[in-house]
């Protein structure tokens, strides 16, 4: 049966592209999109040059699809936690509980997302404007709702969540350049949502 040949060659395939894009994120978090060279990656890949040119055709293209696949995992699962709490309170500490989460069991992704090509892929600013806007338009939706509801005062929205997005950022920063940001997530979290609930205007 021919189909299962085909099927096992697709798997070795995905499981070289996998690894290989894997790979790219640490090495960029630890080296910096300049420093990074494709020798860097295919050997912490542990797969051949030309495994990477069979996929990407240079290091920036590489990059570029690693941004929006590492947007998106981190959008969706910050929306899933929003959505799944009835307060304002809770939706605020559910949304930076995830993202910290994220960031100290995977830190690589933030120094991606955050730090990783900056004014060094020309390409990418599109794309970091979109993520951002879509994390502006996250914590927008809620504060929207609980301004409506009237348990936080009356404010621009737009600028209350660009705001929450700048402080969760920092402090996320901050926090994996703690010696052990594990012990210090849940009191970071902890004092981010009670500074996030002041600085919005929550009533209750």
């Known amino acids: 049966m021919p189909y299962r040949s085909t099927d096992r060659t697709r798997q070795k395939k ?4 996998t690894a290989l894009m894997q ?3 640490r090495v960029f978090a ?23 040119y069979f996929y990407f055709p ?11 696949e590492t947007a998106d995992f981190i959008i969706l ?16 500490e559910a949304g930076i509980g995830v993202y910290f ?9 933030v120094h991606l997302l955050l730090l990783g090509g900056v004014g060094a892929v020309p ?20 504060i929207d709702e609980a301004m409506g509801k009237g348990v936080v005062l009356d404010q621009n929205t737009r600028r209350s969540a660009e705001a929450l997005v700048g402080a969760i950022d920092e402090v996320i920063l901050n926090l994996l ?27 209750g």
Not at 58 to 68: A, G, S, V
Not at 77 to 92: D, V
Request: charged share 30%; proline share 6%; glycine share 6%.
């Open 101 to 109: 989460k994220i960031g100290v069991y995977d830190p690589a992704i």
């Open 14 to 17: 995905d499981a070289k592209r």
């Open 30 to 52: 630890e080296k910096g999109y300049q420093s990074a060279t494709i020798r860097d990656i295919v050997d912490e890949a542990d797969v051949a040059v030309g495994t990477f």
């Open 23 to 25: 790979a790219a994120v």
């Open 77 to 92: 699962p910050i929306q899933q936690a929003i959505k799944g709490r009835a307060t304002f309170p809770k939706k605020i």
């Open 123 to 142: 390409a990418l600013a599109e794309r970091r404007a979109k993520y951002r806007e879509s994390l502006v338009q996250i914590w927008k939706g809620p």
């Open 58 to 68: 240079d290091k920036e293209t590489l990059f570029i699809y690693l941004y929006d």
């Open 177 to 203: 350049g703690c010696p052990e940001p594990e012990d210090e997530l849940p009191s970071a979290a902890a004092d981010l949502t009670q500074f996030a609930l002041r600085a919005l205007a929550y009533v």
